[in-house]
């Protein structure tokens, strides 16, 4: 078993004028990133986009 995070992508990808993933809550930037982050990088974009995700007024499961 793995302990590299999992893509939280749900294939919602649309970018809003903020440059957020209306999907996931991952910039742009964070996305590209993603595919070449290691694990601790990975960990960080997750703990922002939940943030961003809270900041929205969505809960986490």
Do not use: H, Y
Not at 22 to 43: L, M, P
């Amino acid at each position: 078993m793995s302990n590299t995070p999992e893509s939280p992508c749900i294939s919602i990808c649309s970018l809003d004028q903020n440059d957020v993933c209306e999907g996931c809550f991952r910039t742009g930037n964070e996305i590209v990133d993603w595919f070449i982050a290691d694990d601790d990088r990975k960990r960080e974009i997750l703990e922002a986009s939940i943030q961003r995700r809270k900041d929205a007024g969505f809960s986490i499961f």
